[in-house]
């Protein structure tokens, strides 16, 4: 995706084991990439599967149609990945 003015990039922080921080780290030393980049790369080529295992059909359908539905109210459940 171009970047514009409407669809300037943001911040996301996510947590990491150990490993897989290294690994990111090491990937972007030898190829001379900054992380981030790598990190956009693995979003953009995996969202696609998890939009299909996690979201309703019909959501689904109209994010592929480009109709974004509002974002509902931050839910009261715990992080699926626990602290």
Same mark, same amino acid.
């Given at each position: 995706?171009?970047?514009?003015?409407?669809?300037?990039? $943001?911040?996301?922080?996510?947590? +990491?084991?150990?490993?897989?921080?290294?690994?990111?780290?090491?990937?972007?030393? #030898?190829?001379?990439?900054?992380?981030?980049?790598?990190?956009?790369? +693995? +979003?953009?080529?995996? +969202?696609?599967?998890?939009?299909?295992?996690?979201?309703?059909?019909? #959501?689904?359908? $109209?994010?592929?149609?480009?109709?974004?539905?509002?974002?509902?109210?931050?839910?009261? #459940?715990?992080?699926?990945?626990?602290?």
């Amino acid at each position: 995706m171009k970047r514009s003015a409407d669809n300037k990039l $943001k911040v996301v922080a996510v947590r +990491i084991y150990p490993q897989v921080k290294h690994r990111l780290r090491l990937l972007a030393e #030898t190829t001379g990439r900054k992380q981030s980049f790598f990190l956009q790369q +693995i +979003i953009e080529r995996g +969202i696609d599967a998890m939009e299909e295992t996690w979201l309703p059909p019909a #959501t689904l359908a $109209k994010i592929r149609r480009g109709d974004f539905p509002e974002l509902q109210q931050p839910r009261s #459940t715990p992080d699926l990945f626990g602290d």
